[in-house]
């Protein structure tokens, strides 16, 4: 929502998955060589990109139960371990940053604007994936889903940690996204929130509650500028 007597932007911060990177192919591999020791059928990308978005742990647990009968949850926490394993040194084969972000993500630095990362995928593989698509060089805060114990999206507390890190209040940041524990991380912790209509989302974009859906990232400068142009009190 515009803003009276606004303050400047001064962070910015991102999920990872169906956001920056388009991690599908990479998880999809994993996933399906997991599923190949227990002697089960493979996952095709599209059912393995509607998993996505809430830990590895939740991931393996669906994968389970679209192949056979469902993983028991005592069983979940070893085979989340040997899922890693399998992803962990493999996380950025096929796995692409989306066209636009880098661009962005240049502008916003140049301007002084802190960057940060908010995702519920493991700090180990993220910081693979940040380090070897050239994107860890923007980012002045990481926080992954194992970061903080117990705490992941849609709770605000990583998306809060990584605002501090970045010496940034609620009200001079912005979250950007693709699915609703974006945005319901984001309202809790006070935040505007947009989404990229491109991402990994059970929702329709145009349903998840943002405050603006974008199509490419070439739009979200202006889009966040327009966020936060002072508007008459």
Known sequence: MPRSAARALRAVVFDLDGTLIDSAPDLR?????????DGRADLDLAAVTMMIGDGARKLVERAFAATGPAAPD?????????FL???????????????????ALT??????????????????????????LGLRRFMGAVVGGDSIPGVRKPAPGMLLSVLKQLGAGPDEALMVGDNANDVAAAR?????????SYGYTRTPSADLGADRVLDHFDDLVAAADALFAPTAA
Do not use: F
Request: aromatic share 4%; net charge negative.
């Open 188 to 196: 809790a912790a006070g935040l505007p929130v947009m989404v990229m």
């Open 74 to 82: 005592g069983d979940l926490d070893a085979l989340t371990a040997r």
């Open 29 to 37: 591999a994993a996933v399906n060589r997991l599923l190949a020791e």
């Open 85 to 103: 394993g399998h992803y962990e040194g493999k996380a950025a084969v096929d796995t692409r940053v989306y066209p636009g972000v880098e661009r």
């Open 107 to 132: 502008v916003l630095r140049d301007r002084g604007i802190g960057l940060g990362v908010c995702t519920n995928k493991p700090y180990v593989p993220t910081m693979e994936i940040l380090e070897e």
